[in-house]
């Protein structure tokens, strides 16, 4: 009988089951696709990362979150795995973030502006965005561009892979090509049907509530 049992092995996937490996669990990750993605939301190399944000903006916050857990990620590769080093930046691209807003978007602007902003940006009105930026918007529109260390870009399928590499560091499976084909509730446990998608082969495995 399996502990925990993750069906979907994205970036939500993936994380989850780091993040209960890391508790001292005990977790199989299983995922219908290869090791490499080639469909699926977590598909790609480029994700946008964005600190900017009004005070107590939910997307900040994940994104402050999801880099202090990223670090604690590559600290953990770094100490157990010696064939390479493992950076943030192998992750993450950090460059300008640029915002543009309407006139009727002035609440926000004032949000950004005023509402406690700890984060260095630029903010240009009309033609001003044309010096600062190099960019030509109409006279009612506003330019914010953020400077933050690891705003910019995400790498998705890297930080999936130092998931997925962190997870079996820690001694728990990850099933790939397994297709999830049923799930019976039964008594008191799940019982999870499979399909090998290049064998064809049926497997069910059971979990706890």
């Given at each position: 009988?399996?502990?925990?049992?993750?069906?979907?092995?994205?970036?939500?996937?993936?994380?989850?089951a780091?993040?209960?490996?890391?508790?001292?669990?005990?977790?199989?990750?299983?995922e219908?696709?290869k090791?490499?993605?080639?469909?699926?939301?977590?598909?790609?190399?480029?994700?946008?990362?964005?600190?900017?944000?009004?005070?107590?903006?939910?997307?900040?916050?994940?994104?402050?979150l999801?880099?202090?857990?990223?670090?604690?990620?590559?600290?953990?590769?770094?100490?157990?795995?010696?064939?390479?080093?493992?950076?943030?930046?192998?992750?993450?691209?950090?460059?300008?973030?640029?915002?543009?807003?309407?006139q009727?978007?002035?609440n926000?602007i004032?949000?950004?502006?005023?509402?406690?902003?700890?984060?260095?940006?630029e903010?240009?009105?009309?033609n001003?965005?044309?010096?600062?930026?190099?960019?030509?918007?109409?006279?009612?529109?506003?330019?914010?561009?953020e400077?933050?260390?690891?705003?910019?870009?995400?790498?998705?399928?890297?930080?999936?892979?130092?998931?997925?590499?962190?997870?079996?560091?820690?001694?728990?499976?990850?099933?790939?090509?397994?297709?999830?084909?049923?799930?019976?509730?039964l008594?008191?446990?799940?019982?999870?049907?499979?399909?090998?998608?290049?064998?064809?082969e049926?497997?069910?495995?059971?979990t706890?509530?």
């Amino acid at each position: 009988m399996e502990e925990f049992v993750i069906i979907g092995g994205g970036l939500m996937g993936s994380a989850a089951a780091w993040e209960l490996a890391q508790l001292g669990k005990k977790v199989i990750l299983i995922e219908q696709q290869k090791s490499i993605y080639t469909y699926g939301s977590s598909f790609g190399e480029a994700r946008i990362s964005r600190s900017l944000g009004p005070k107590d903006d939910i997307f900040s916050f994940i994104q402050q979150l999801s880099i202090q857990r990223t670090e604690r990620l590559i600290s953990f590769l770094n100490s157990v795995d010696l064939s390479k080093v493992h950076e943030m930046e192998d992750i993450y691209t950090t460059s300008p973030v640029t915002y543009l807003f309407g006139q009727e978007h002035q609440n926000q602007i004032n949000a950004l502006l005023f509402d406690g902003q700890k984060d260095d940006f630029e903010f240009a009105v009309g033609n001003e965005a044309k010096f600062k930026f190099g960019m030509s918007i109409s006279e009612s529109c506003s330019v914010l561009r953020e400077y933050k260390k690891y705003s910019g870009m995400m790498n998705p399928r890297i930080l999936i892979s130092k998931l997925q590499k962190a997870i079996q560091y820690l001694g728990n499976p990850i099933f790939f090509n397994e297709k999830t084909i049923g799930i019976s509730k039964l008594e008191d446990h799940f019982s999870i049907e499979l399909l090998n998608t290049e064998t064809f082969e049926l497997k069910t495995i059971q979990t706890k509530n």
